[in-house]
């Protein structure tokens, strides 16, 4: 019982500890967007359009903040439940209990179904820029990625049923 509680309070603390880290992280964004809004452009300055496209990125981030701070607390709860139903993977694996790899196959479903919804609402919010189309790109891929990982997965839990079945035709 002592160790329970002691294991869900470290839980609950490690949650508090990285949603003040996901806050600090959307404060220095605005800190860095308003430096940006402070420095007036100067002629000879080669890194100009550099300057103007993350000023323009960041604007277009600061308008849908709230927005932004939603989508990051739904990745980091799809974090948190990654890591559970992955060791609940690895101990499945182990102990040939194939009940245990079912949960991983839906949290890369879930995750799949994620990436794709941020993706194309990355494209519908933040429209076409370079930048936005490349991190949905990359955002594809990491789906495709997903997507074979739950199907090894699900090899896995096949060859795990036809262990069981040849078992327990060989007990007979």
Same mark, same amino acid.
């Given at each position: 019982? %002592?160790?329970?509680?002691?294991?869900?309070?470290?839980?609950?603390?490690?949650?508090?500890? &990285? /949603?003040?880290?996901?806050?600090? !992280?959307?404060?220095?964004? *605005?800190?860095?967007?308003?430096?940006?809004?402070?420095?007036?452009?100067?002629?000879?300055?080669?890194?100009?359009?550099?300057?103007?496209?993350? *000023?323009? @990125?960041?604007?277009?981030?600061?308008?849908?903040?709230?927005?932004? *701070?939603?989508?990051?607390?739904? +990745?980091?709860? +799809?974090? +948190? $439940? %990654?890591?559970?139903?992955?060791?609940?993977? @690895?101990?499945?694996?182990?102990?040939?209990?194939?009940?245990? $790899?079912?949960?991983?196959?839906?949290?890369?479903?879930?995750?799949?179904?994620? +990436?794709?919804? @941020?993706?194309?609402? !990355?494209?519908?919010? /933040? !429209?076409?820029?370079?930048?936005?189309?490349?991190?949905? @790109? !990359?955002? /594809?891929?990491?789906?495709?990625?997903? %997507?074979? /990982?739950?199907?090894?997965?699900?090899?896995?839990?096949?060859?795990?049923?036809?262990?069981? &079945?040849?078992?327990?035709?060989?007990?007979?």
């Amino acid at each position: 019982m %002592c160790i329970t509680s002691l294991i869900s309070s470290l839980a609950l603390a490690g949650i508090v500890v &990285m /949603f003040t880290l996901l806050g600090i !992280g959307t404060n220095t964004l *605005k800190a860095v967007h308003n430096q940006l809004d402070q420095q007036p452009p100067s002629e000879d300055d080669d890194y100009t359009d550099v300057r103007e496209e993350a *000023k323009n @990125i960041l604007e277009m981030v600061m308008d849908h903040i709230e927005t932004v *701070k939603i989508v990051l607390y739904i +990745l980091l709860g +799809l974090v +948190l $439940l %990654c890591v559970i139903t992955s060791s609940m993977l @690895i101990h499945g694996v182990r102990r040939n209990r194939r009940g245990l $790899l079912v949960p991983y196959i839906f949290q890369e479903i879930l995750n799949v179904i994620a +990436l794709v919804a @941020i993706s194309i609402w !990355g494209l519908v919010i /933040f !429209g076409t820029q370079y930048q936005i189309v490349s991190s949905v @790109i !990359g955002l /594809f891929i990491g789906a495709f990625i997903h %997507c074979y /990982f739950a199907l090894v997965v699900f090899s896995q839990y096949q060859a795990l049923g036809l262990i069981r &079945m040849h078992e327990e035709i060989s007990m007979k």
